[in-house]
């Protein structure tokens, strides 16, 4: 999925307030984050697959045992919890950490029904999960955008107000961050790869659009 990994970091926030939405988002995406980072590095590897291109969405072969596998998202939850208590001054509870690692495990949760088998338990899991909506590319469109913006009911309905400043102090910000999102989420499900190189091209993109997208979730607060 993609948009729709946003709705853990949105659905978290009530019960996290002093967390900042922007990590939370990121702990939701985590997963992703991590993939296209290590494949940089050779890690794991991120392969269009021009057999996939005429069955629906995401074309891509991938294999991601440690960013996809459950455990490895566990283990990516912890260690952002951990930087994040690290580095801010407010004081960081158990429960604050714990959600930051139960929005990241949610991933796995959201990838199962979405993707064609290639996710696992654990890494070297022999057994790979995956439902396959990833064929269906207006399903895909539709529950994620569902999904997405039933996170973002919960977080705008259950929030504390002193959570909710950036959208309710600018007030075409919520519309505006909700828009530029579902149209990220067209364009996953129905644009075409731009070229062929994956590594150098296709992930910086993604990555980009992550981190970018994260970082406007966190303006809806501040």
């Avoid at 939701?28 to 021009?50: C, H, K, S, W």
């Avoid at 960013?67 to 580095?87: E, Q």
């Avoid at 579902?182 to 790869?193: D, E, N, T, W």
């Amino acid at each position: 999925m993609w948009i729709a990994h946003y709705a853990s970091g949105l659905i978290a926030k009530p019960f996290a307030p002093i967390v900042p939405l922007s990590v939370l988002s990121l702990a939701g995406a985590l997963p992703d984050v991590v993939f296209f980072l290590l494949q940089f590095f050779g890690i794991e590897t991120f392969n269009l697959d021009a057999k996939l291109i005429p069955r629906g969405c995401f074309p891509y072969t991938n294999d991601y045992p440690y960013s996809h596998s459950l455990a490895g998202m566990v283990v990516a939850g912890v260690a952002l919890a951990a930087l994040y208590k690290w580095n801010t001054a407010a004081p960081v509870t158990l429960k604050d950490q714990a959600i930051i690692v139960a929005a990241a495990a949610s991933h796995f949760l959201l990838e199962w029904p979405s993707h064609r088998e290639d996710i696992k338990i654990t890494p070297h899991d022999s057994n790979q999960l995956g439902a396959g909506m990833f064929d269906h590319t207006v399903v895909t469109f539709l529950v994620e955008c569902a999904i997405f913006l039933a996170g973002l009911w919960v977080y705008t309905t259950f929030a504390p107000l002193s959570t909710k400043t950036g959208y309710k102090t600018h007030r075409n910000r919520l519309w505006g961050i909700t828009l530029f999102l579902i149209g990220a989420q067209a364009h996953f499900s129905f644009g075409s790869a731009p070229t062929t190189e994956t590594r150098w091209v296709h992930a910086p993109l993604f990555l980009g659009q992550v981190l970018a997208s994260c970082w406007l979730l966190g303006k809806l607060e501040s």
